[in-house]
Each structure stands twice: as C-alpha cells, then as structure tokens.
C-alpha cells in the first residue's frame, strides 16, 4: 500500500454566488495518475486552481503530505512541491525556451541541480533543445504543452498537476502528450491529470473521478469506469 | 551644419531626461498595466530630495544622485503599496483615476510643504564649456548623457539577464502563469516600481542641474512627455523607450530652434496622435500574434 500524497476532503469553490464545485473529496496515492473527467463547467479546472492557490475554497480542506494547502499562497504551494500545467499551457511569449524552463526552477538554489534537470529536459524533449533560443510563442501548440510541462517539471514537484494538456492539439501530438505523462509517471511522478478526453486519460490512469455540475458522482480504476455503460455513454460518445 | 549639431546635443541632453522617465514609465505600465500618472511627480520629489541634501546636506552630485535614487525608489513601492494594489482587481479605469489622484497628492502635497516657488537647483557641480569645431557641449551634457547611458545599459542588463529580470517579465506576462512558477507577485511589482521610481529620482536630480529651476509642478508635462516616448518607442521595449525619449527630446529642440518656442509641447502631441494613427504599435513595439 503506497501512501496518500493529496487528499481534498468537503472542497467546495465559489465565484461569487456561483457554486462552481461542491464537498468534492477525492484523493491520491504516491505514484498513481487519477483523473478527473466531467463535461465542460464541471468544475475540474476550479479544483485544480484551488489545489494550486490561485481560488480560495469556501470549505474544506486540501492536505498534501501531512500539510494543508487550504491557506497557503500559490508560490508558498509550488514550494511544498505541487507544480501546474496550466489550461492554455499558458507559456510565456515574448521570453526565450530557455527562460520559460529557468522560470519553472525559479524557487530552487540548487544551481548544479538545475543545469542538470535542464539538460535531462532537453534529452527528454530534443525540439526544446533545438529550439532554446527561440521566442517559445514560435513554438507550435504541440511543442509549447511539451514546454509548460517541462517547466512544471523543473521545479522538481512531487506531484504534477495537468489541466487538459491535449486540448486543442493536433491528433498526432496528443498520442505523444500521453506517451509522456505515462513515461514520466513510471519514473515516479504522481499525476492528477484533467481530461476532456476522458477515453485516453481513463486509460493512462489507475484511478478516475467522475464530475458533474461540481459533484463526484462516481470513482473507480480506469479500466472499471472506461467499462461502465453509464460513463461510456456520458463521456465517451456511446 | 554647426547650429544643427549644437541643438543635436542640446536634444539629446533634455532627450535623456525623457529617456529615463519613458523607461520608468513603460516598465511599471509593463507589469501593472496602469499609467502611472505619478510618475513625473516622483521624478519632481527626486529634484526636491537633491535641492535639499546639496544645499543643507552638501552632498556632492553622486551621492545625491544615489540616494535620490533609493528615496524615489521607496517613494515608489509606497505609493504603489497603497494606492495601486487594492485596487489590483478592480476595473483599470478605477486605478487609472487613482494615479491621477496620487499625482495631485503629491504636486499640491509639495506645494503646500515647500510652497510653490520656483528654486534654484544649487550648482553642485561647477559648469565648464568645451567647444569643439563651434559646438558647444557642457560638462553637465556630458554627465546627464553618461549617466544616462549607464542607468540604461544597467535596467537592460536587470531585466534581461537577471533572475529578477525574468520573473518581471513572466509576470508582466502572465500573473496567473508566474504565480504558478512559485513568483510572489507582490514582490516583484514592487520591486519594478522601485526601478522605475529610482531612474525619474535620478532624471528629478539631472533636469534640476541642467535646468537650474525646480517647482512642485514641474512634473506634470515632462510625465506625460515620457508617456508620449514610451508611446513612440513601442510599449514593451527598453530600447524603444530610451529611443523613444531621446525623438521627443531632439523634436522639441529642433522646434524651438525654428523659433516655434511656444508650440514646442504642442509638437510632441502631435506625434502622439501621428503615432496612435498610423504606427500603433511604436517604432520597436511588439507585434501581438495569439498562437492557438
């Protein structure tokens, strides 16, 4: 039995008036990938923000590593060792490859530590190694989730939080995307990862939580939910 | 041709000024996305701060230089600790609205505290003319163009290779973004007030030795000048920005030295209005492309 490393308990989120997520309770054990599918609006984007810092929840409580994230500020967050792949990749324009990757390490002092994890993302990623120099806005959609996500990495989490990496990208990078969100898991990164594409990530992830309308409404193995007439028919086009 | 290198240095002394407010200007615009219309004020307090520590202090030139730099620098974090950022989330136009409030503050503030008189900036450093070929260039030209220089070369050098530097670009950026790289926000806007602040303390300081007469109001035409620079350079480039400073400065002396004095302000709007119509996006501004 590996042990918990994220566990949100009762979290419900607000904008305004608008409940956008409801005593959702879900957690994560120490090298697992779980999901989180649900349609669009059901609240997996505002957990992921919440979890990150960036949305302060109404109730309930996050609790990473024996730690509660409730009241902690985003950067004091990335510090405990919880990085984000943001919605929309969200790269920086305007900076180099190389910059948006030094970025990503930016709580760290280990200079040695640093030039190392760079070059084992560019060993990872060789078009990010080609293209270092470049303004990373040059990058092709494809290409820039490759970057946020070895930015994330850079910053060296001990879990890694994915909001739909595969949205919008073409067909034949997003078999990739996947490729290495299971790659990176096998050498020891817990994942919890939000998908529209709920068929490719159920099938990456050893466990899955169902969304709607801001509720967990069902949780299993991948394989049981990817199976289940129900979610089959709600989110997997039958 | 020697009247025309006479007032190409006359220009570019007055365009330094420009230059270094522009900087300031466009930096804080950068990250808080605000017209700080305080800035010419800070730069105003900057001109007090040597007025006062070279007559009753008796700094020398340098020193007051530094410390005029430090005192804005602070006025600067204050002013946007305060002012600015409970305001972050709220509509532009309410902080907007603000900045020209600090900026009445700190005119009537000054007036009401050293009254309005116009001073004499003390002569710290004795002025020596050099003529070359006819030219005439002062010993004060020549620092107001070297500091000038060297305040320039030292912001690019910050925000380009530093890890400072990058974290104020990420969050002019992206705040959400840089959040999530673990960059405090607060942090780093204040620090970015705190450079851009330090260089219109500095240009306060070199327009009172150049000038020689300082007022509470005198910050007013020169911000909104610098906002024009800024403009004019592109919003979003250093270089630009200096550039920028230096065009207002040489147009504003070649049109005085048509003899056209009184339309020498009326000049550089224009070129505002020439620029917003048909470069928008200023000489070295950035090209906006959304990638999907």
């Not at chain 1, 302060?56 to 990085?83: C, D």
């Not at chain 1, 034949?172 to 709920?198: C, H, P, R, W």
């Not at chain 2, 070359?132 to 070297?146: D, E, K, T």
Request: charged residues 15%.
């Amino acid at each position: 039995m590996s042990k918990e490393i994220l566990e949100v308990d009762q979290l419900s989120v607000n904008y305004g008036a608008i409940k956008a997520v409801r005593d959702v309770s879900f957690d994560i054990k120490e090298g697992e990938i779980v999901t989180l599918i649900g349609a669009n609006g059901a609240g997996k984007s505002t957990i992921l923000k919440t979890i990150s810092g960036l949305l302060k929840p109404a109730n309930g409580e996050i609790v990473f590593l024996g730690q509660s994230l409730a009241k902690l500020t985003a950067p004091k967050i990335v510090a405990a060792g919880v990085s984000q792949v943001p919605e929309g990749r969200r790269i920086f324009a305007g900076m180099t490859v190389k910059e948006n990757l030094q970025l990503g390490a930016y709580l760290r002092k280990d200079k040695n530590g640093v030039e190392k994890d760079m070059e084992a993302m560019f060993k990872r990623f060789p078009i990010l190694k080609e293209r270092q120099k470049q303004d990373a806005a040059t990058l092709s959609g494809g290409e820039q989730q490759m970057l946020a996500m070895a930015r994330a990495l850079m910053a060296r989490p001990k879990l890694l939080l994915l909001d739909e990496p595969s949205m919008g990208l073409a067909p034949i990078y997003i078999q990739e995307i996947f490729d290495i969100i299971k790659s990176i898991n096998k050498e020891g990164m817990t994942v919890l990862l939000i998908e529209q594409n709920a068929r490719q990530a159920l099938s990456i992830a050893n466990r899955g939580y169902v969304l709607a309308s801001g509720e967990v409404k069902m949780t299993g193995s991948g394989q049981d939910l990817l199976n289940d007439p129900a979610v089959q028919k709600a989110y997997l086009g039958g | 041709m020697q009247t025309f290198f006479q007032q190409l240095i006359n220009g570019l002394s007055l365009g330094s000024i420009y230059a270094l407010l522009a900087l300031g200007y466009m930096i804080v615009y950068g990250i808080s996305k605000l017209l700080n219309f305080a800035h010419g004020d800070v730069y105003m307090l900057g001109a007090y701060w040597g007025y006062y520590t070279i007559n009753y202090l008796h700094f020398g030139f340098i020193t007051a230089l530094i410390t005029a730099m430090i005192v804005c620098g602070l006025a600067g974090v204050i002013i946007e600790a305060v002012a600015y950022r409970p305001l972050r989330n709220a509509p532009r136009v309410a902080a907007l609205i603000t900045a020209i409030g600090v900026s009445f503050f700190l005119e009537n503030g000054m007036s009401y505290l050293v009254t309005s008189d116009t001073r004499n900036f003390p002569q710290v450093i004795k002025q020596k003319t050099f003529d070359l070929g006819g030219v005439m260039i002062s010993n004060i030209q020549l620092i107001i163009l070297v500091t000038t220089l060297i305040l320039t070369l030292g912001l690019m050098y910050i925000i380009n290779y530093t890890k400072t530097g990058r974290a104020m670009r990420s969050v002019s950026t992206d705040y959400d973004a840089a959040s999530l790289m673990g960059i405090n926000i607060n942090h780093t806007v204040s620090i970015t007030f705190a450079l851009g602040s330090a260089l219109a303390g500095a240009a306060g300081v070199l327009i009172g030795l150049y000038y020689n007469s300082i007022d509470p109001l005198m910050g007013m035409t020169p911000g909104i000048k610098a906002f024009v620079a800024a403009v004019l350079g592109g919003i979003g480039s250093i270089p630009g920005a200096a550039v920028g400073g230096f065009l207002i400065g040489l147009l504003e002396t070649a049109v005085q030295a048509m003899g056209f004095s009184a339309f020498r302000d009326a000049a550089v709007y224009i070129v505002l209005i020439v620029i917003l119509l048909v470069l928008p996006g200023g000489l070295f501004g950035k090209k906006q492309v959304e990638k999907v």
